[in-house]
């Protein structure tokens, strides 16, 4: 069946009920949504604001995230330009110490962040990471009413309790793709060392942080089987990220994303997680270029000031656009 006649088939009125109703759309809905035609993008936006509408309002939360830990990483994901594989040029650094992290929350509450997120490169944290961490997590949480996100690897579930007892709420392990594509993209650890990761933060009653990343040469149905996977797993915050080409990572010459694409892909994601709290993430400006506005129609949230090792929208532009678009910035409440 062609992409024409697959998005003729698409009945929005019964997905967005079926979505609303915390019913999964099916699977050849799911591809004929990644099917549809550029033209007819606009029509998934609209049925995706209805689900999105019901439980966000037109509100967009704004987050930061900190690099926390930069490069001297082990594993080999080849995405990444702090991977063992990578020859990019980025700054390297060891663990930051608690002043410079706690001027980055600092920073994220003026640039209106209601989440702050830090992230270290490696393989999972050392006990010692998570004695500093948490000395942070109680540092700003005294003096910043900013919701605390950390982003450390692979994590054992008392590790997990330690930093929910310090005050951090949300824990960011991103199932990156599908199972079957993972090998594709990293050898050094696997697919299930992710989803239970994801169990351990769970076990340890700490919110979830998962998504993926698109355009790593992933099929459709390697898209499906990830919003699903992480449907099952009912994370709590959904990062969607699309590739940025990092000069010196293996993936340095994939230019697979168009603006349209990335706009189908987040409706896919919202409609199959209707209550996650859906972010447009990393490389959003570099492959939504002049139509990155209308990813607030499917997500919810945003990164601003930046990713880890590459530059993003600032703040005081973002906040415009969301203006600009009848948006507004949720109120940070230190949660």
Same mark, same amino acid.
Request: glycine fraction near 6%.
């Given at each position: ?51 999105? =509408? ?13 690099? #926390? ?30 002043? =410079?992290?706690?001027?980055? #929350?600092? $920073? ?19 006990? #010692? ?63 299930? *060392? ?30 499906? *089987? ?9 994370? *709590? ?39 996650? *709290?859906? $972010?447009?993430?990393?490389? $959003? ?27 993003? =929208? =600032? ?21």
């Amino acid at each position: 069946m062609n992409a024409t006649n697959t998005a003729v088939a698409l009945d929005w009125a019964s997905i967005v009920q079926r979505s609303l109703d915390g019913e999964a759309i099916s699977r050849d809905e799911a591809r004929a949504i990644l099917e549809l035609p550029d033209e007819r993008v606009p029509e998934a936006l609209q049925a995706t604001f209805e689900v999105r =509408q019901r439980y966000y309002g037109k509100r967009v939360k704004v987050c930061v995230l900190q690099n #926390a830990r930069s490069g001297l990483c082990p594993e080999d994901c080849h995405y990444c330009s702090q991977s063992s594989v990578s020859t990019a040029k980025i700054d390297k650094y060891r663990l930051l110490p608690v002043d =410079q992290l706690l001027e980055g #929350a600092r $920073r994220a509450c003026e640039a209106k962040a209601k989440r702050y997120c830090m992230a270290t490169s490696g393989r999972g944290p050392t006990d #010692a990471d998570i004695d500093h961490l948490c000395e942070v997590a109680r540092t700003i949480k005294r003096q910043y009413p900013v919701e605390l996100c950390v982003s450390l690897g692979i994590m054992s579930e008392p590790q997990a309790r330690r930093l929910k007892e310090a005050g951090i709420g949300w824990v960011n392990h991103n199932l990156n793709t599908s199972e079957r594509h993972h090998p594709k993209i990293c050898t050094t650890h696997t697919y299930q *060392d992710r989803v239970e990761t994801l169990r351990n933060v769970k076990r340890a009653g700490l919110q979830t942080c998962s998504g993926g990343i698109v355009g790593m040469g992933e099929s459709d149905e390697d898209i499906i *089987d990830l919003a699903f996977a992480l449907r099952e797993l009912n994370v *709590d915050s959904l990062p969607v990220n699309f590739l940025h080409p990092i000069e010196g990572t293996p993936f340095e010459g994939y230019r697979h994303l168009t603006p349209m694409r990335c706009l189908k892909i987040l409706c896919l994601f919202r409609l199959l997680n209707p209550k996650s *709290d859906l $972010r447009a993430a990393g490389g $959003r400006e570099v492959n939504l270029r002049s139509v990155q506005a209308l990813a607030l129609y499917a997500a919810n949230s945003i990164f601003v000031e930046g990713y880890l090792t590459t530059p993003g =929208q =600032q703040a005081q532009e973002a906040h415009r656009m969301i203006e600009d678009m009848g948006f507004e910035i949720e109120a940070a409440n230190g949660g």
